[in-house]
């Protein structure tokens, strides 16, 4: 398990990680989510132990990470823009690679370049921004690491490469017990991939939550109640957000399924409906309730 | 390879092997793989060497295949190949160390660049600073012994491996082993720099990648030790060119402000913060000024340093006019064999005085030395001003004192003091034989050790006919009557001739050079070659010692007679400024220049005007007049070869006789003649000469008015 604790990063006068604590839970998707500037690349960055913290800690399985070569044996680091050495062919960054992590998987690393049409005797420096993310990929999985930190990875990755990587992640999760950490500035990316989900904005963490008991507990109601009733009437429902489209209200409400279709059909509507909330639609909601505008924050 | 290969190899090493430190990108791979900084330092570092090394290797092992199939020995080849190589390999890993330093310090390679440059410098260029301001403010600095060039030298890896490779490219090949000595040291100041650079690797920051600096809290001491040393050059500087305090202040401003501003903007990389950390400006402001104040108001009491008498052992004390003659030195011999060689190495009255002068009596040395000091202390705030400084009347002189201490020290300064003033304890001290053994080698010689002797006078050089009990006789009573000598008599006489005892390493190196030369004159060797080191003077009141010169044949120390005499030329120095570029009738000459003939001679006629006439020719026409003329001169000039082994005597040296002897000239053209030159006392001028140059009326002389002269006044 990762965990931070009050971390913090200062650049010069800029707070960049602001007395975070978070955990990370081995064997699920940990999407990181922040806007640019909010902090994440420097979270991940210390969490690699690329940077020193300043104030706190940042553990794995208890041992800090920043200068701990066993510890950081057991991450792949794939940075937003990956360096590669001048001139390497995917081969040779294969062979350097085993002899950094001794559990690098070469013949899986092979047969993947193979499956992803990657030649591994051209020249990196010739390949698209695309495929050198899915090369970042497919190394860092060969690696064979506990866990694997991924920066904007998605980012360049076509839709038919991003199914094809969120399955091979889903593969060594099941597999080996994997954690991928993935951040990102677009939270669609995330949606269905992530299992517990952090929200950082101006360095500080806004919310981190599991994503199912995000998905578990708000839900959304289209309803037309008895006439000259008003959605804010029904007072036993924990209502976060209410629309009217002329009888037409659609309610954003705290609870469970069953909890939330007991209360409505107490209230004996005209007519209601569960319909489900997309990643986006909870994160709104949950920081809207937090105080903040996710469209600002997010989109 | 030669010096630039392997300097700027090392310099490109050291940047492209850490060059990833300066961009983000490669930071986070490096950084974020499971490696120790340690251990990726290391690679990286000894990448650095073995990348150069190895080519070297190989390059030096093809250059001994070619040049030993050519038919030279391995048993020769060998060894001086890896000495080379040892020598190139320290220059390599002190200034590869150097630069990884400054790698490490920047995080951005135009940075790098720069401050590659301002380490390589700044130990040298701060020496020369700190020198100049000695210079400008310390009135009794010396340097004997503290080696600033040496310091200078040592001071940048650059200079050290440059000095290195001069000393082995003008080497015996036998002495290369010596070398290694450099190069041990080198290979430790590598090592050093390697372990300064590791310390520094593993302590720095990954987020510095792409900013100026790597450690923020190097950013302000960095800053203000280029701000501090650039001020102060740059008051020096305006204050040297023109001596005006004002100016001094406006090159103070100046250095202050601009290089403060450019550090800033090199620290931000944006033009608008040249006004930033104004504060920092202000201290750099302070600390220049108290650097400055130390020097100005001697606040380490440089000028005013004298030890106390439970501190003192012993001192050198070199009085220029007392023993200004002559230089001394010793043959050396270098290499081996058929490779052996020989040299003189010169050494100068002052060096000889350091190096062998032990005065012990406090009180002499301690009354020059208050004497000194006060005429530093008086004499500094006239520098200052501007203004000349214009001492008492009295026979003045600069001096070295160089004062042993009892933990063994020497400290060495310079003054300048009056001896008439101090004549009593200067006679004391002039009488010592610690004084005297110290400033005249020919005490330390020894009859065993001498192979001849030599007078030299009148430009001529001739070996002393003597045997060698004669000879040692000769030495022994010249070393009586030297020893003997005092202050008095050299302010009173002039010498008759001078003799060199010819020591057995000084024939043997003088036949080496002859031999070299292939002639061989006068026996074994040219006697041209003796030049006139290791003359010492025969003084008229050496009587015992003009004797046995007059056993040995050498009688001839009486004033020239006028029937040896064919002409002569009276020059004056005093007439050649107007003589400069026109001569009388108004031919123009490009450079000063002595013209014989063309400009207008007197001959004998006493001279009314300045222009166009500079000469007085005398020649024996058989006229009793010109003949009397021509004795008054030969009475009372004296050689100046030898008049200038004596300082304490007055000269005219504005007035220079030119004697042709019948002897040296006969049947040759006027203009291939040699002539002899001889001065005057200033107070023994003929009047006919003082008439011709309106000496009297002339208020400012070029004389050495000696010490009888400046006593009586």
Known sequence: ?299 | MNIATIAVSAIIMALTGFMFLHSRKQVDFYHSIPIRRELLFAVKYLDGILIVVSMYLLNMVLAIGVLAINGIELSTLIPVSLTTFAVHVGGFLINYGLMVIAVMLTGNFFISILGGIVLFAYIPAAIALVQGLMYLFFSTINTRGISMETWMINGSPISYYINMVVEGSGMELEKYGTLLDSVGIAGIVGLIMAVIALFLYTKRPSESAGKSMAFKITKMPIKILLVVPITIAAAILFWNIYYSLPWAVFGFIIGLVVTHAIVEIIYHFEFRKLFANLPHMGVSAVLALAVIAVFRFDLVGYDTYKPEESKFKGASIYVSNFNDWNDYGLPYQYGSGSGMHQSWRYMSGDEYAANNMSVTDYDIVSRIADAGISDAQWAKEYRYSGEDIVRDEGFWTTMEIGYQLQNGKTVYRNYHVNVTELLDVFEALYTTAEYKNGINPVLSYDIDNISGIYEAKRSEIQEVNADKALQEKLLNTYKEEMIALTLEERANETPVTSLRFLTLAEYEYLTYVSHGRSVNFTGDFRIEDMNNVNFFPVYPSFTKTLELLKEAGIDDFGPVDVDDVERMEIYSDYYTDELAYYDAVGNYYEDQVYAHGIVESTYAVPVASNEGIRTIDLKDDGTAEMRALMQEVLDVAVSHELAVMNGLQGIEYGITVRVYMKEDNEGRREADQEFVPYVFAPDEIPQFIKDAYEYETRESKNVNYGLNFSAEK
């Not at chain 1, 398990?1 to 010069?12: G, H, Q, S, V, Y």
């Not at chain 1, 085993?98 to 051209?122: M, N, Q, W």
């Open chain 1, 1 to 299: 398990m990762i965990e931070a604790r009050n971390l913090t990063k200062k650049f010069d006068s800029i707070m960049a990680v602001d007395h975070i604590n978070a955990k990370i839970r081995d064997g699920y998707v940990f999407g990181l989510i922040g806007t640019n500037g909010a902090g994440k690349s420097t979270f991940m960055r210390m969490a690699c132990g690329i940077l020193k913290p300043d104030e706190g800690t940042i553990q794995i399985d208890g041992e800090d990470v920043y200068e701990n070569p066993k510890v950081k044996s057991r991450f792949f680091y794939i940075s937003d823009e990956q360096f590669f050495f001048g001139n390497a062919t995917p081969l040779e960054m294969m062979k350097y690679y085993k002899t950094i992590y001794p559990a690098f998987d070469e013949v899986r690393c092979g047969k993947l370049l193979e499956s992803f049409s990657l030649d591994k005797r051209r020249k990196i420096s010739t390949f698209s921004k695309g495929m050198k993310k899915q090369l970042s990929v497919i190394l860092g999985l060969c690696a064979n690491t506990d866990y694997i930190f991924c920066d904007e990875t998605f980012d360049g990755l076509d839709p038919v490469m991003r199914q094809a990587v969120k399955s091979l992640f889903a593969n060594d999760m099941a597999e080996r017990n994997l954690t991928p950490i993935i951040a990102s500035h677009n939270l669609r990316e995330l949606e269905d991939i992530c299992d517990h989900v952090g929200l950082l904005h101006k360095g500080g963490i806004l919310l981190s939550k599991d994503l199912d008991d995000m998905k578990l507990n708000i839900h959304k109601i289209q309803c037309v109640l008895k006439p000259g009733m008003k959605a804010e009437e029904l007072v036993a429902l924990d209502k976060l957000k209410i629309e009217y489209r002329g009888s037409l209200a659609t309610i954003t409400a705290r609870g469970t399924r069953e909890e939330i279709e007991a209360l409505m059909t107490s209230y004996e509507p005209i007519f209601f409906e569960m319909i489900p909330l997309s990643l986006e639609e909870i994160f709104i909601s949950e920081t809207e309730v937090a105080g903040y505008d996710i469209k600002k924050l997010i989109f």
